[in-house]
Nanobody, 117 residues
């Protein structure tokens, strides 16, 4: 059974940076597209960024140029480098693994990111 564990969240001032990590276990990592989603209080969960096993990336417009997703297939880990953080980036951030043949997915438990002065 696959498992995803996020880390790296916390409290940061506006304009600051954080790097989130998501470690995967129990899956064949390089057949999964990895993604980050977020959910702010009272709002639906939304897509942030994703990266295929080959390194192709896609971002939500509001984070383009500020966030960078990357993956290390040798470490079964995906990262989200977040720079120039804004209060509106405050949310619980979730990692997701989507099997490329569409035959399953996994979610992590989430990590809180709070951007506030």
């Amino acid at each position: 059974q696959g498992q995803l564990v996020e880390s790296g969240g916390g409290l940061v001032q506006p304009g600051g940076s954080l790097r989130l990590s998501c470690a995967a276990s129990g899956i064949i990592f390089n057949i999964y597209t990895m993604g980050w989603y977020r959910q702010a209080p009272g709002k639906p969960r939304e897509f942030v960024a994703r990266i295929t096993s080959g390194g192709s990336t896609k971002y939500q417009d509001s984070v383009m140029g500020r966030f960078t997703i990357s993956r290390d297939n040798a470490k079964n880990t995906v990262y989200l480098q977040m720079n120039s953080l804004k209060p509106e980036d405050t949310a619980v951030y979730y990692c997701k693994a989507d099997r490329m043949d569409g035959r399953g997915n996994y979610w992590g438990q989430g990590t809180q990111v709070t951007v506030s002065s």
